[in-house]
């Protein structure tokens, strides 16, 4: 699977996970931003900084999404080129407490992943 992410600078945050190669999301993504179409995989969510830190929420049909990443500052990529995933939640009813027994978390990739721009978007 892969996890797509799309920020915007206001906040918002355009998330799927899905088996879609790059090349299909990339096309599906911008057919969601230009015509607000809505896509099975993908759903509109926010997401917060704090210094490195990168907090997203999403809401899915049937679920809660939280993914926690670290900004990797530096890298063959360039500055700030690097994500690392911390953690990855789901919760039914939105209760991401490390006490909730609603939640669930999952592993996540030790690999860190790479920004890909695409002019398209």
């Not at 917060?48 to 049937?62: G, M």
Request: aromatic share 14%.
């Amino acid at each position: 699977y892969y996890r797509y992410l799309y920020f915007q600078e206001d906040g918002r945050v355009l998330y799927a996970l899905t088996a879609a190669p790059p090349h299909e999301m990339f096309r599906r993504f911008l057919r969601v931003c230009l015509t607000r179409q809505p896509d099975k995989a993908a759903v509109w969510g926010t997401y917060e900084v704090s210094k490195s830190t990168v907090t997203i929420n999403a809401r899915q049909a049937w679920q809660y999404v939280r993914l926690e990443v670290s900004i990797q500052p530096e890298s063959v990529h360039g500055r700030n080129g690097l994500l690392r995933f911390d953690r990855h939640m789901a919760s039914s009813i939105g209760d991401f407490d490390d006490w909730s027994r609603d939640r669930t978390v999952f592993e996540v990739p030790s690999e860190p992943f790479r920004f890909v721009k695409d002019r398209r978007l």
